[in-house]
């Protein structure tokens, strides 16, 4: 009897060291020193810098969506493609956040610049992001709201901040970060960034006196197409998210051309505050 109470307790103990031991290799996925990020863009060129430093890079479908996972130091990443829009932002914002355990989102791209100090190149990191066509037209323009979740019945922000610390993390990477110089009316010269407003609506801007409504009526600096509408999803799903936008042209009747110039440099300089960011959580 006193032989089957020991052979009893040392396999308990065993199978005890094996559910720890289970547990911890389980668990380390999404450990402290690991996170799952994804980065997402509206177009191909916007990631296609960072993608080329992903290790281990595998392409897998979503719901027909193309994504590409992998790491960037020890920390396991998914990239997607959203389209152009804010619809099909949230479209693959709420696909990324029902596949995968997510601790993060960050939307990286270009934009239109609107604060009229800034040029074509410069960094808006989204500390508070708005949709800039939503609410209610009167004589007097655009008297903005925030629609209800459908699920709590509460109203959303009109101005949806970023995670703080995801935003404390960017601060931290915009002061040490090196950016490719860029060659622009006033000469060569290192793009600056800053912490401020991102506009979001279905329209690509063109138009000075639309530039100076924007930046009177909401204080943007930059405008896009899709970052508040990924910003309502991830804050009515409780996911940490970011915005950061590089300039590609400044929201006038030049902008289609200012555009084709510098889309491609800007992309890959958001893409390098995103890295930067990744690799120190």
């Known amino acids: 009897m006193n032989f089957i109470y020991k052979i009893t307790k040392r396999s308990s ?19 402290q020193d690991n996170h799952t990020i994804a980065v997402m863009g ?18 897998q479908q979503v719901m027909g969506y193309n994504l590409t996972t992998g790491t960037v130091a020890n920390n396991d990443i998914v990239l ?4 152009v829009g804010k619809v ?14 997510i601790d993060g989102i960050i ?77 622009t009316s006033v ?18 801007i063109t138009s000075t006196p639309k530039k100076g409504e924007l930046r009177e009526s909401i204080k943007a600096d930059a405008v896009e197409m899709e970052g508040a509408a990924v910003a309502q999803v991830c804050y009515q799903f409780d996911v940490p998210c970011l915005i950061i936008r590089a300039l590609s042209d400044k929201s006038d009747e030049n902008a289609m051309d200012d555009f084709e110039r510098f889309y491609s440099i800007a992309a890959k300089n958001a893409n390098r505050v995103v890295l930067e960011i990744i690799r120190n959580l």
């Open 42 to 59: 509206a177009f191909s060129e916007e990631l296609s810098w960072i993608k080329s430093q992903v290790e281990q890079p595998e392409e």
């Open 80 to 83: 997607a493609l959203t389209g």
């Open 107 to 183: 939307f990286s791209g270009v934009a239109g610049g609107i604060n009229p100090d800034l040029l074509p190149g410069d960094i808006v990191i989204g500390k508070t992001t708005i949709q800039h066509d939503l609410g209610k037209i009167t004589p007097s323009g655009i008297d903005h709201f925030g629609v209800r979740s459908p699920f709590t019945g509460v109203r959303n922000p009109v101005f949806f901040p970023a995670d703080s610390a995801l935003l404390n993390l960017a601060r931290v990477v915009a002061n040490q970060i090196g950016l490719e110089k860029i060659q």
């Open 13 to 31: 103990t065993l199978l005890a060291l094996l559910l720890i031991v289970l547990l911890t290799l389980c668990g380390s996925t999404y450990g």
């Open 88 to 101: 099909n932002a949230a479209i693959v914002t709420t696909l990324i956040i029902e596949h995968f355990q």
């Open 187 to 204: 000469g060569l010269s290192t793009p600056r960034i800053i912490v401020g407003t991102i506009a979001t609506g279905d329209a690509f």
